[in-house]
């Protein structure tokens, strides 16, 4: 049983399914009851999205305003960015039966002084995360989008800075396979300077994205 479950309900038997996972964790209000650090400043809204048949599994940082008060991943200008990148429009995007959109953190950690997102909650990822992967065996792509998830999904092999993770694209795929893990800049409108300033990026990662989506998309490997 993860430390989350135990907390809500510690009678409670182990969960089975993903369903019944899924819904423990939009459940969950760890980062206001038992927080490390800070408490949540606001009240908890946990936005996961997945199933067991998903093949690609996008890992994102955390929810944004926007989507803490949609509910709904990406459903803002980063996600329109996303699914350009990606090659897919929105039916594609929200097909739960094969995306899978599970975020470092899973609900909007606030605002820093300066307006922009703080970090992902420390909570979410030792108290759900391998267990929830677990239960999606279909995956075979994963797009770890920003710092937070590359270090989470390459481990040692993520570089110095996240411009040296992206560079070496070509070498993480290859070395991650069976489940290859492509590293991509979190898809925000700020880091327009660095796609800029990476001509690289959009020129062949971008192409391979896509190549890559588009292969699963149509159920082949």
């Known amino acids: 049983m993860s430390m989350v479950k135990s907390l809500l309900n510690p009678a409670a ?20 009851e038992h927080p490390i650090g800070r408490r949540l400043p606001h009240e908890p809204r946990p936005v996961v999205w997945g199933s067991a048949t998903a093949r690609i599994l996008i890992a994102g ?9 949609s509910g709904k991943p990406f459903t803002d200008p980063s996600g329109d960015r996303l699914r350009a990148w990606m090659g897919i429009d929105e039916a594609d995007f929200y097909d739960e039966t094969r995306i899978a959109i599970v975020p470092m953190g899973f609900c909007f950690p ?21 267990e929830l992967l677990a239960r999606m065996p279909a995956v075979d792509l994963v797009l770890a989008v920003g710092l937070y998830a590359q270090q989470y999904h390459l481990g040692k092999r993520a570089k110095g800075s996240l411009t040296e993770t992206v ?6 795929l ?31 990662l971008i192409p391979t994205l896509q190549g890559l989506v588009s292969a699963r998309l149509a159920g082949q490997s």
């Open 61 to 69: 940082q955390a929810p944004g305003t926007r989507v803490h008060a």
């Open 167 to 172: 560079a070496d694209w070509r070498q993480l």
């Open 174 to 204: 290859e070395d991650t396979a069976p489940v290859p893990v492509l590293p991509l800049p979190h898809p925000s409108w700020r880091n327009s300077g660095w796609i800029k300033r990476n001509p690289w990026f959009e020129a062949e």
């Open 13 to 32: 038997p182990p969960t089975s399914g993903l369903d019944r996972m899924l819904a423990d964790i939009r459940a969950c209000r760890i980062c206001v």
């Open 110 to 130: 606030g605002l820093d002084a300066k307006g922009g997102d703080l970090p992902p909650r420390r909570e979410c990822a030792p108290a759900w995360r391998h």
